[in-house]
């Protein structure tokens, strides 16, 4: 049976047998009740990293976003984000399902907001208008190819956000790739935020989880939103050691998955029938267009070994992680040139 190379997502690493071990090795206790030491190293780990107060392991970055947002906002309350924010697009209608709050969208450029149009949206509570409570950014922006905010524009954001009592959540799923790939630290771009999330089950190789941090009020208050969606877990220990080796193994290699995803895109530029804007591969991800409808891509990469996710008619992503080494990167390469070659 030939080896799959999944570009699917660096959701679908499996976790390594060191991880495996600090699994099996972690002291646990009941995490609602309080008392598991392994989730309270992690919460603590976290927080002193991003350099803020408190931290609150939750499931995953939906429940993450969801809870932020929450916290941040009452019912009735208007929200900016981005128009192809994750939270906009793929977290099933939460922000106006749970949070009750009104979703405003602003466009961005490659990822990066115009800070003067989130600045002019920004709406005062009157008789008529909702009150703007909260901005949310996302770095690396997933449907912008995994580009990286400048951490400029956050610092202009979060500026006029602080002056105008609006609050900033940052979606930094994949902070760490933004990190790697601009050398400015997960916590400067946290220091530009009121909260900030960032995912162990993406690009650090854990199974399952993702850490929001802000000040301890705002995290106590957060821990009670969890438990509100169900998201209090017990020996989640056993998780929490994931995420501890995640962020002493995992961090620091990223920047092989920016080479990889960079190869990639390289060979997809050189293809007749297929486009891709390389500016914007900046760092684990691809996207790119095809002149023939992307599921028949899809299907003949598969059967090549090659899998990829289809998120357009005519756009496909492809994501490099952890368990996708050079070798694999240049078995996708082979089969991307074949199907270009055979796909019509
Ligand atoms: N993104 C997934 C899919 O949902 C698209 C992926 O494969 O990229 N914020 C950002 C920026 C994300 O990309 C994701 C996941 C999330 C939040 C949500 O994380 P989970 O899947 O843990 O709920």
Redesign the pocket.
């Known amino acids: 049976m030939q080896a799959i190379v999944d570009l699917?997502?660096?959701?679908v690493t499996r976790p390594s047998p060191g991880m495996r071990e600090a699994m099996a090795n972690a002291v646990v206790g009941d995490d609602v009740l309080g008392d598991d030491p392994t989730v309270q190293e992690l919460e603590s780990r976290s927080a002193n990293l991003l350099g803020k107060e408190a931290a609150l392991f939750v499931p995953?970055?939906?429940?993450s976003?969801t809870v932020a947002i929450t916290v941040h906002t009452r019912p009735g309350d208007e929200v900016l984000m981005d128009a192809d924010a994750?939270?906009m697009l793929?977290?099933a209608g939460a922000p106006a399902a749970i949070a009750g709050v009104l979703v405003r969208q602003f466009h961005s450029s490659c990822g990066v907001p115009n800070v003067d149009e989130v600045a002019r949206s920004i709406h005062h509570e009157s008789l008529h208008t909702p009150r703007t409570a909260l901005v949310v950014l996302?770095n690396?922006?997933?449907v912008a190819g995994g580009a990286v905010i400048p951490l400029e524009v956050h610092e202009r954001l979060y500026g006029i956000c602080s002056s105008e009592g609006v609050r900033v959540h940052l979606?930094g799923?994949?902070l760490f790739n933004a990190e790697a790939a601009s050398g400015v630290s997960a916590s400067r771009y946290a220091a530009c935020a009121d909260t900030v999330t960032f995912?162990l089950?993406?690009g650090l190789g854990c199974p399952v989880g993702?850490v929001l941090c802000g000040d301890r009020l705002t995290i106590d208050r957060a821990r009670r939103v969890r438990k509100m969606l169900g998201g209090g877990m017990r020996q989640s220990g056993v998780l929490a050691a994931a995420g501890l080796y995640a962020l002493d193994h995992n961090r620091r290699r990223l920047a092989d998955d920016h080479r990889r995803a960079r190869r990639l895109a390289e060979t997809l530029s050189e293809l007749p029938n297929a486009e891709v804007d390389l500016a914007s591969v900046q760092t684990n991800m691809v996207y790119f267009s095809t002149s023939a409808p992307a599921d028949r891509w899809v299907t003949a990469l598969a059967q090549r070994g090659v899998l990829c996710l289809a998120l357009g008619v005519h756009r496909i992503r492809l994501?490099t992680h952890l368990d996708v080494d050079d070798e694999d990167v240049e078995r996708a390469v082979r089969a991307l040139k074949d199907v270009s070659a055979s796909v019509v």
């Not at 995953?60 to 429940?63: A, Q």
């Open positions: 699917r997502s660096d959701t995953s970055g939906t429940m976003n994750h939270s793929y977290e996302e690396t922006h997933n979606d799923a994949r995912c089950s993406k993702s994501v």
